[in-house]
């Protein structure tokens, strides 16, 4: 075979997963490929041109406290940023941005070009080569013969993809890109058992085209908000986005012509995401709701394609021309791109360990939507996650693997690899049962340590993230200490009688607690009080799943020998092969009483 370079580590897919993964690699001074499609489309968002939202947010926090890159390219691309459930509590605040998606692209193919442990190479990935269960290499579609122990597949909605609109189907990946069959049939070859998944995008209008004063625009106050704590990037205006609804017309031409739509005229096989719907799918499935909201969102800070958020559909060209005119402003509409849905083979995630990688082959790590997956902070999430413990393994180390308690990354992975996903899977805040200790605004504290370890965070940015909670703590222990005084400024302005503390003073709802504390983490100081009760009750719910996780199963436990198990979760612990009893507790069909079996099984049986 041509080309028999030897690399340390090979990405295959160039998207939100891949880069991260890459760069993790590449930062721990490992000499990896790259191979992609098309280089120009490098973390590409061939959907909504946005980055976080609810928990999506606190990942992207996540990943730049891991290491990662996400969050620095969002800042440096961003066209608007706010902050999502600003009025509620802590727990469920987030960021979102939206991005020059242009930007984004190029910015990111700039960095990996400059780097010089990055090799990257424009080919289709045509097979994986492995021998005895062990990961040899990659196959190219010019013959060439790339070398490796490690792969790591990123091929989001690429493998053996079809674009659908109405009744016609396309072999082809998002934006007219390429697809590739070699891959999928790789991994069946290999064992996999493979699933069809299908995601969607709406129309995208030229701007020019839309009469603005139909909708209304989305005035964001300007704030010094950014997801990275490595730059110093502000925006000096906000490029603003609008708002409208659907009506009853556009529901009418979506029921007259429902046939006509590939997910409801069978051409689809694939199962959709339940929580980023259709058009069709919203109008079918919520009869009771007479309108459905709809953004114009812009793509690029020039602002002259909108994206129709909200309108997603794999309805005919011509019925999308028709639902666009029934929507305020679109009566003139140009569209520069129709909306259509996609369909795609992904894994089974439960073939995945805690790690990423493959149960099945060993070197083989998979990440994005390739597990079945939506969205790009849940890609790049894992692909970081992937790049860290692929490396970790070229080094002979242990995986690191983040807690439910720990990490919004955390509760990711293991629902990925413990419970699995039968469609494509987005994270939710109330995925999270431990959301109180995962903020928003200490998402740093939380991760510091892990990418450190890593080898992705300096020993300055851990000790400067250190010291910033060691002044918070420090902080609370004074103001615990602290009495308000009779005639204070405080007391007076706030008419607080009998002398409390200023914990119990910041606490109140109608206190402004800068009032209380001009410490330079104010806010912290603020959050950390009000919510100090709950968290320590997070933190014992979380203590008892931990005592679980320190329970090591072993690996070669035959569930077949545990008496008194019940069939269903006989089955899945052995295609799961949790790694703790804290893991098999949460997967889906294994109830207390089977774990009581297993424990006594160890505990007595096996050490016979």
């Given at each position: 075979m041509k080309n028999m370079k030897k690399y340390d580590a090979i990405i295959i897919g160039g998207g939100h997963a891949g880069v991260e993964s890459i760069f993790a690699l590449a930062k721990n001074n490992k000499n990896v490929a790259l191979v992609t499609l098309n280089k120009n489309m490098l973390?590409?968002?061939?959907?909504?041109?946005?980055?976080?939202?609810?928990a999506k947010g606190i990942i992207t926090k996540e990943i730049d406290s891991l290491g990662g890159i996400q969050g620095i390219f969002s800042d440096r691309a961003m066209i608007q940023i706010k902050m999502l459930n600003d009025s509620k509590g802590p727990a469920v605040r987030a960021l979102r941005a939206q991005i020059d998606k242009k930007m984004?692209?190029?910015?990111?193919?700039?960095?990996?070009?400059?780097?010089?442990?990055?090799?990257?190479?424009?080919?289709?990935?045509?097979?994986?080569?492995?021998?005895?269960?062990?990961?040899?290499?990659?196959?190219?579609?010019?013959?060439?013969?790339?070398?490796?122990?490690?792969?790591?597949?990123t091929t989001g909605t690429y493998m053996d993809s079809y674009v659908l609109m109405g009744n016609n189907k396309e072999s082809s990946g998002p934006d007219n890109q390429k697809t590739t069959q070699g891959l999928s049939k790789s991994l069946k070859l290999m064992g996999f058992k493979l699933q069809r998944l299908k995601t969607g995008t709406p129309p995208r209008v030229k701007t020019s085209s839309i009469d603005f004063s139909k909708v209304e625009k989305e005035e964001i106050e300007l704030k010094d908000f950014r997801f990275s704590s490595k730059t110093k990037n502000t925006l000096n205006e906000q490029i603003s986005c609008y708002i409208t609804y659907t009506n009853e017309n556009t529901h009418k031409i979506v029921d007259e012509h429902l046939n006509e739509s590939s997910m409801y005229s069978g051409a689809i096989n694939g199962i959709g995401p339940r929580y980023c719907p259709s058009i069709e799918d919203k109008i079918v499935r919520f009869r009771d709701k007479k309108r459905h909201q709809i953004f114009y969102e812009p793509e690029t800070r020039e602002g002259n394609i909108i994206y129709v958020n909200g309108l997603s559909t794999s309805m005919p060209v011509y019925v999308q021309k028709k639902m666009l005119e029934t929507l305020p402003g679109m009566k003139n509409a140009e569209v520069t791109k129709w909306g259509y849905a996609i369909e795609y083979d992904a894994i089974d995630s439960l073939e995945l360990k805690p790690s990423l990688e493959s149960k099945r082959i060993d070197g083989l790590f998979f990440a994005g939507q390739v597990n079945g997956t939506s969205g790009y902070e849940e890609a790049a999430a894992q692909g970081l996650i992937a790049g860290i413990n692929a490396n970790k393994k070229i080094e002979n180390k242990e995986p690191i693997i983040l807690t439910r308690d720990q990490a919004y990354l955390g509760v990711l992975i293991d629902d990925l690899v413990t419970k699995g996903t039968r469609e494509p899977y987005r994270m939710l805040t109330s995925r999270a049962e431990y959301r109180l200790l995962l903020r928003n605004d200490n998402a740093d504290f939380r991760l510091i340590k892990d990418g450190f370890e890593a080898g992705l965070i300096s020993k300055k940015e851990k000790d400067e993230v250190l010291r910033k909670y060691k002044s918070i703590e420090q902080e609370i222990k004074r103001i615990k200490k602290t009495y308000a005084k009779k005639d204070s400024l405080i007391s007076t302005k706030y008419g607080i009688k009998n002398g409390p503390s200023l914990f119990k003073v910041i606490t109140r709802p109608e206190i402004d607690y800068r009032d209380v504390t001009g410490h330079k983490f104010a806010e912290e100081v603020y959050i950390h009080s009000k919510l100090e009760g709950y968290i320590k009750k997070q933190k014992t719910q979380a203590e008892k799943m931990k005592r679980q996780e320190k329970f090591k199963l072993p690996e070669k436990l035959n569930y077949d020998n545990v008496q008194n198990l019940a069939t269903e979760a006989r089955m899945k612990l052995q295609k799961i092969k949790p790694l703790t009893i804290g893991q098999a507790s949460r997967i889906s069909g294994v109830n207390p009483s089977d774990i009581q079996m297993i424990m006594f099984y160890i505990e007595y049986k096996m050490k016979k």
């Open positions: 973390a590409s968002m061939p959907c909504n041109p946005s980055i976080g939202g609810p984004y692209s190029e910015l990111i193919l700039e960095e990996v070009e400059k780097n010089p442990n990055i090799t990257l190479i424009e080919a289709t990935a045509e097979e994986i080569i492995s021998e005895n269960n062990k990961i040899k290499g990659i196959k190219l579609n010019d013959g060439s013969f790339l070398k490796s122990d490690i792969i790591i597949l």
